[in-house]
């Protein structure tokens, strides 16, 4: 009866040491590679904020020439009218047909450019919100950098 007790109680010993050492590891060089690995990802984030926000600025760019487009295309739909108008009143019949196709081509051009618009300013939106979580990202204290890797 001793003997299984003793040998119970070594073997509780045996297992409770075996745990403590694998759950407290003493590795000081991962520590390090950790710690460089995650100065890394802090470089490649910034540099993707960076990124992100010179595309916002390009995608800015991009819908104003789209709605200053749209408005040369609908100048050029008044004029076009205008000049249907003429020559229909001045008895033009070839004149009138070639200022109708230029009219109808306009419109579809100021069609195009409006979605066209629509679809940078939805980009526009939606790289702004990026680079607004990025930042609120970069800004957040990141957890488990204390001078013990986090753990104690």
């Known amino acids: 009866m001793r003997r299984t007790i003793l040998s119970a109680t070594l073997?509780?010993?045996?297992?409770l040491v075996a745990v403590g050492q694998t759950a407290t590891?003493?590795?000081a060089r991962q520590d390090q590679r950790d710690a460089r690995q995650d100065?890394?990802?802090?470089?490649?984030?910034?540099?993707e904020l960076r990124q992100n926000v010179k595309g916002v600025r390009h995608d800015v760019k991009d819908a104003r020439q789209d709605v200053k487009d749209a408005r040369n295309d609908q100048t050029d739909m008044k004029q076009?009218?205008?000049a249907l108008r003429n020559d229909?009143?001045?008895g033009d019949k070839a004149a009138a047909v070639k200022a109708q196709k230029e009219l109808r081509k306009d419109q579809r051009d100021m069609r195009n450019d409006k979605q066209q618009?629509?679809?940078?300013?939805r980009d526009t939106r939606a790289d702004r919100q990026d680079a607004r979580v990025d930042r609120r990202q970069m800004r957040a204290p990141q957890s488990g950098m204390g001078a013990h890797g986090g753990r104690r």
């Open 25 to 27: 590891p003493n590795d």
């Open 88 to 90: 229909v009143k001045n």
């Open 117 to 121: 618009a629509s679809k940078d300013v």
């Open 80 to 82: 076009d009218r205008a």
């Open 39 to 47: 100065r890394q990802d802090a470089r490649q984030d910034r540099q």
């Open 11 to 15: 073997f509780v010993l045996a297992s």
